[in-house]
């Protein structure tokens, strides 16, 4: 009922809809937490967006229960939702986001941010953010167990959610470019979203349908990462990509744009190749120069795995985030 009401709303008005979602979906956790909160004493409760923040400060039984909240988000949701073409920047939908996050943030015990760029972004348009107890711990993944070479994939790859934000029509038109430079790359999408018929007819369009595959959604693609030569992407904006990190773990080399917290992952000219995101010509350059030398490739690849083990592995950074943790659980 609850999705089915949500979907009638965005039908009728996106922002009624993600508005509906918000409130009810905050109000049943906010249920759910306050029944297990009552059988707890000292905790830590991590939420992942600030409407799990709120739902916990709604919740909990004092401040013995302590909230911190994990800034995932580009600058808000707000942003989120509006590059996601959800709500209008700057709407009335788009304000009330704002303002709630506004309200909630502050009042959290914590807050982990998983890149230097988000706590840049996050205080930027929220100074009162800087008074709260912070950590900086990136994302972290397991390493992939080894295996035994496989048959090769393909030569690029990317995954995530085929929306407006992750530009993936970019990536299109810079496989369409080397083509028209006389390289042919395959190149392989994984991921599912409401861009994907759109992205279907780009390719065909460009004269790469031939090359491209979509390749839907795959439960665990971070096992196919290494049957491929490079990792590409396009996003105009992130925090600190997953995909990429565990692009990473596989061995691949990145080719990506210098935006959001990209930089601290990895850097241009060892682990990574820094392309624009508003020159398909030089872009393709960019990746017909990696791809077309062996040496460089192997080379970045190898730089790009061991980054991966000594900043992005589980087992570097989770005792960071469970000290942070632990630290803001002893502050009364």
């Known amino acids: 009922m609850f999705g089915a009401r949500r979907l009638a709303l965005d039908w009728w008005s996106r922002p009624a809809g993600v508005l509906w979602y918000r409130f009810w979906h905050e109000e049943f956790l906010r249920r759910a937490l306050r029944r297990l909160l009552a059988s707890q004493g000292d905790c830590v409760v991590y939420a992942q967006d600030p409407l799990a923040a709120a739902a916990a400060l709604r919740a909990r039984h004092g401040p013995h229960q ?126 599912e979203g409401p861009s994907r018929d759109e992205l279907v007819r780009q390719a065909g369009a460009l004269g790469v349908d031939g090359q491209v595959r979509f390749r839907g959604f795959q439960r665990d693609v971070r096992t196919s990462l290494p049957r491929y030569r490079a990792y590409v992407h396009a996003s105009y904006s992130e925090s600190l990509p997953l995909a990429i990190i565990e692009a990473m773990a596989a061995g691949l080399p990145i080719v990506a744009g210098d935006t959001g917290g990209i930089n601290e992952l990895c850097d241009d000219g060892i682990e990574a190749r820094f392309w624009p995101l508003d020159d398909p010509a030089r872009a393709a350059e960019t990746l017909i120069a990696l791809m077309d030398s062996e040496p460089a490739r192997r080379k970045a690849a190898l730089a790009a795995h061991e980054r991966f083990g000594r900043d992005f592995d589980a087992a570097v950074v989770a005792p960071k985030l469970i000290a942070f943790l632990g630290a803001s659980a002893a502050i009364r």
Do not use: C, M
Not at 90 to 118: K, M, N
Not at 125 to 133: N, R
Not at 161 to 167: F, G, S, T, V, Y
């Open 66 to 191: 302590r909230v911190v909240l994990a800034v995932h988000f580009r600058i808000s949701n707000a942003d989120e939702y509006a590059d996601s073409s959800e709500l209008a920047r700057g709407g009335r939908a788009f304000r009330a986001v704002r303002e709630f996050e506004r309200r909630t943030i502050p009042r959290t015990d914590g807050l982990v941010y998983v890149s230097q760029w988000g706590q840049e972004a996050l205080v930027g348009w929220l100074p009162e953010a800087a008074d709260v107890p912070a950590a900086v711990i990136g994302n972290f993944v397991e390493p992939l167990p080894p295996t035994a070479d496989q048959e090769p994939l393909g030569d690029l790859v990317t995954t995530g959610r085929l929306e407006p934000a992750k530009n993936h029509r970019y990536l299109l038109e810079v496989v369409a470019e080397a083509k028209r430079q006389g390289r042919l790359f395959s190149l392989d999408i994984f991921g």
